[in-house]
C-alpha cells in the first residue's frame, strides 16, 4: 500500500522558470493538502483541495502560485517565475475524511531550489 | 486563530535519558492536537494526536503527550531516549475544519551517546 508519493524529490529551476510540484495521494484519500517548509521553520498550510474543487487557499501566495487536483491524475503545484524566495521543501498530505481527527498522510516532500 | 509555541528549537539528551520536548498552544476551541516526527529529507510521520479522549495520549516508539488544558500545553515524553530518536518533532493544532493543521517551529532532538 503506498503512501502519498511525491516528485520529483529534488527540483532546481533558475530564476524566472516554472517548477510543477506532483502529489499522488493514498489510495482512497480524496483530500489533499499542500504545505510549505522553509528553512529553519515549522510546515505552513497553503492549500486544500478535493477532486476538482479548492475549498482553502487562504495560505497560498496571490501571485505565481497555484493549485490543482484533476478527477483524473495527480495534484499539481505550480509555482510561475519562481524566485530564490520560493526555495523550500514542499509537502503535500492526504487524509481519507473531512474531520479534525483525521490525521493526515505525509509524503516525502520536493525540494525546490532557486539558482 | 490558533497558534502553537515549541520551546526549545535544539533539546540535546543523553542516550538513555528522559526526553522532554514543549509545546503550548492557543485555541478559541477544543483542540485537536498533534505530535509529528521529521526524519532528514523524509516526511512527517503521525507519533500521537489528541482528539479530546484521554488526556495522557500514547503513540508510536515509546512517546506519549500529556494534555493540561489549564496550561494549554502538550508536552511530549519518552523516558529514555535512544540513538534513533535524533530527528525533528513538531506540535500541531487543527486550525478549524478539516486538517488544516497550524505547526509549531519545531524542535530538533540530539541523542548523545
Known amino acids: 500500500n503506498a503512501g502519498v508519493m511525491q516528485n520529483p524529490r529534488h527540483l532546481v529551476r533558475r530564476r524566472g522558470q516554472e517548477a510543477r510540484l506532483r502529489c499522488s495521494p493514498m489510495k482512497g484519500h480524496s483530500h489533499v493538502y499542500w504545505y510549505r517548509q522553509l528553512p529553519e521553520e515549522g510546515l505552513k498550510f497553503m492549500v486544500y483541495?478535493?477532486?476538482?474543487?479548492?475549498?482553502?487557499e487562504s495560505g497560498m501566495p496571490k501571485e505565481r502560485f497555484s493549485a490543482e487536483f484533476p478527477k483524473e491524475g495527480p495534484s499539481i503545484l505550480r509555482i510561475q517565475q519562481v524566485v530564490r524566495g520560493d526555495s523550500a521543501a514542499y509537502f503535500c498530505?492526504?487524509?481519507?475524511?473531512?474531520?479534525?481527527?483525521?490525521?493526515?498522510?505525509f509524503g516525502n516532500g520536493t525540494r525546490l531550489t532557486v539558482t | 486563530a490558533q497558534s502553537v509555541t515549541q520551546l526549545g528549537s535544539h533539546v540535546s539528551v543523553s542516550e538513555g535519558a528522559l526526553v522532554l520536548l514543549r509545546c503550548n498552544y492557543s485555541?478559541?476551541?477544543?483542540?485537536?492536537l498533534f505530535w509529528y516526527v521529521q526524519y532528514p529529507n523524509q516526511g512527517l510521520q503521525l507519533l500521537l494526536k489528541y482528539t479530546s479522549a484521554a488526556t495522557l495520549v500514547k503513540g508510536i516508539n515509546g512517546f506519549e503527550a500529556e494534555f493540561k488544558k489549564s496550561e494549554t500545553s502538550f508536552h511530549l515524553t519518552k523516558p529514555s531516549a535512544h540513538m534513533s530518536d535524533a530527528a525533528e518533532y513538531f506540535c500541531a493544532v487543527s486550525d478549524g475544519g478539516a486538517q488544516k493543521l497550524v505547526f509549531g517551529q519545531g524542535t530538533r532532538l540530539t541523542i548523545n551517546p
Open positions: 498530505a492526504s487524509s481519507p475524511l473531512d474531520r479534525n481527527n483525521s490525521p493526515l498522510h
Open positions: 485555541s478559541s476551541v477544543p483542540p485537536y
Open positions: 483541495l478535493q477532486k476538482e474543487n479548492i475549498i482553502d
